[in-house]
């Protein structure tokens, strides 16, 4: 059994709520620790920047990645391509295997990386090696 305290993340809408659901049913084999980091990455990703403003906002003019998710959550959410997109989403970033030299090749990171870059210093954004998977390094960025 997973339990994840999701009142944690800013979650106002049941889409956001539904995809991470979807995400954790479809991928509850994976070990506890590997799940864990990815909660964290998901609670940092739902802050606010220095402006008040979500990173995940539908006008997020920085980051296409995050403007796009968030607009899969407002417009037509309910759709199955809006609930493809978003799984897909949150798939690329808590499963890449792309590692830091190709990472063009996996755009949603590659924006999200381009946007905590821009908001933090170019020395905090790195790639974590947990398992297979390369994730955003948290701890750096919360440091």
């Not at 999701?6 to 049941?14: E, F, G, P, R, Y």
């Not at 084999?29 to 998901?42: A, S």
């Not at 998710?69 to 970033?93: D, G, H, M, P, T």
């Amino acid at each position: 059994m997973i339990y994840i305290q999701l009142t944690k993340l800013d979650i106002s809408k049941k889409n956001d709520f539904y995809t991470i659901f979807c995400y954790l049913n479809k991928y509850n084999q994976l070990p506890i620790d590997l799940l864990n980091y990815q909660y964290r990455i998901l609670l940092f990703l739902s802050q606010k920047d220095q402006d008040g403003n979500q990173y995940i906002r539908p006008t997020n003019e920085e980051s296409e990645a995050l403007k796009s998710y968030a607009i899969n959550c407002v417009s037509q959410s309910n759709s199955k391509k809006a609930r493809e997109e978003r799984l897909l989403f949150w798939e690329s970033i808590l499963l890449n295997k792309v590692d830091f030299e190709n990472i063009e090749k996996n755009p949603n990171l590659f924006s999200v990386l381009t946007y905590l870059s821009n908001l933090f210093t170019e020395d905090k954004i790195e790639l974590k090696s947990i398992y297979e998977y390369l994730l955003i390094d948290v701890e750096l960025l919360n440091n």
